[in-house]
């Protein structure tokens, strides 16, 4: 079966550095996805990681571990729009189609 | 980045009633299009796929009588709830997607919240 992790909730303050943890079991891998999503809007596109490594992009770095089936989303200097929710999506090679994650829903205090 | 649009934003209809919601690629061919449900801090459950000028693929437990999709051009397609009940009540998100963008990135629309009365 497919099964994508990450946590529910979690809280940062204002500043901070967070880190938003992924962990998969998928039939099979071909790129993992980064999406930010504020409340009753579309998901925009933050990451990509298809190699072993750390990819940076300005405040937001993400990392992949494909032998122990982990990602993680690493948001430095938060700010308070940053309170929003990151969806972690796996894209599968058979069917090309993203599972996406439960959602981990991130707030940010001052 | 490329941008999808959907319309209506919101909707707000009758029990029994059908309701159609557009999603465009509007600076790019998309050769898929995704439809999505995403219930209140949930997260995006795939409806169906779409390919221009063939028939969705619809995921298991998902209604094709009940979720109409069309995909008419590289740049439309279209969901089509038929006879609307409460429990559709939802947001519905769409994505389309070009073999010419780096990734295969799929992009996503605003979203339609659909709320059956």
């Known amino acids: 079966g497919q099964n994508i992790d990450q946590p529910t909730e979690m809280t940062a303050t204002e500043g901070a550095i967070v880190q938003i943890n992924c962990t998969y079991q998928?039939?099979?891998?071909?790129?993992l996805f980064w999406y930010q999503q504020h409340a009753g809007e579309a998901p925009t596109f933050l990451s990509y990681?298809?190699?072993?490594g750390l990819e940076e992009k300005g405040r937001f770095s993400s990392f992949l571990s494909r032998s122990k089936g982990y990602s993680y989303l690493l948001l430095k200097e938060l700010q308070m729009k940053d309170s929003a929710s990151y969806l972690c999506?796996?894209?599968?090679?058979?069917?090309?189609?993203?599972?996406f994650g439960t959602g981990t829903r991130l707030q940010v205090f001052p | 980045g490329a941008v999808v649009s959907q319309h209506p934003s919101r909707v707000i209809c009758k029990s029994g009633t059908s309701v159609k919601i557009e999603c465009r690629s509007l600076?790019?061919?998309?050769?898929?299009m995704f439809w999505y449900r995403q219930f209140p801090k949930k997260s995006l459950m795939l409806m169906a796929t779409?390919?221009?000028?063939?028939?969705?693929?619809?995921e298991q437990g998902v209604e094709k009588d009940k979720f109409l999709i069309n995909h008419a051009s590289l740049t439309l397609s279209t969901l089509t709830v038929t006879s609307a009940h409460p429990e559709d009540s939802s947001f519905y998100i769409c994505?389309?997607?070009?073999?010419?963008?780096?990734?295969?990135?799929?992009?996503f629309g605003p979203g339609t919240r659909l709320t059956v009365l």
């Open positions: 990681n298809v190699l072993d």
């Open positions: 998928t039939s099979g891998f071909n790129g």
């Open positions: 600076d790019f061919q998309a050769t898929t």
């Open positions: 999506a796996v894209r599968s090679p058979e069917t090309d189609k993203l599972i």
């Open positions: 779409s390919n221009e000028g063939s028939k969705a693929t619809y």
């Open positions: 994505s389309a997607r070009s073999h010419e963008v780096a990734h295969n990135e799929q992009f």
